[in-house]
């Protein structure tokens, strides 16, 4: 199973300290040079990245489809539209994205996503989890991810939280 993906999903759980859950579910998982990038940047806003920078389960790629990247680029940030554009290149399964733009772009293209509250649902499912509102509290608390309240009761009540 390919998946690829954005920033701020994986931000959010290398910030609660909890990366490693996406380990557990996928094994494996591809970003993009620039996704690398922004979580690199944390550090300077206090959050400690040590779990990504040794995890040799997430593998970098760059994007070669410069085209559709540049295409892309002009809706979406540099890291959604490199994320987007790695996703298709690989024929990933999944592109794990968050950002409502992104999301409706990758629709469009036909391609699988899945946001942060589906990973945590899925995560549930597969016993990896077994609170889907515990991890999601210290989301919303914790880090600067939002989700709106219509979107917190569906994944709590798909979770039967």
Request: glycine content about 4%.
């Amino acid at each position: 199973m390919i998946i690829v993906s954005d920033t701020s999903s994986l931000s959010a759980l290398l910030r609660i300290g909890q990366l490693d859950l996406l380990k557990a579910l996928f094994f494996t998982i591809v970003i993009p040079e620039k996704v690398a990038d922004e979580l690199r940047q944390l550090p300077a806003f206090g959050v400690y990245i040590s779990s990504f920078e040794m995890a040799d389960w997430i593998s970098i790629k760059q994007p070669t489809d410069l085209a559709l990247l540049e295409k892309l680029s002009l809706n979406l940030d540099e890291g959604e539209a490199q994320a987007i554009t790695l996703a298709i290149e690989l024929s990933a399964d999944w592109l794990i994205i968050d950002e409502l733009k992104g999301r409706q772009t990758a629709s469009m293209l036909s391609i699988n996503i899945m946001g942060l509250g589906g990973v945590l649902l899925l995560a549930k499912r597969e016993g990896v989890l077994s609170s889907v509102k515990n991890i999601l509290d210290q989301i919303l608390t914790q880090t600067s991810f939002r989700m709106s309240a219509a979107l917190i009761d569906k994944i709590l009540l798909a979770a039967d939280e």
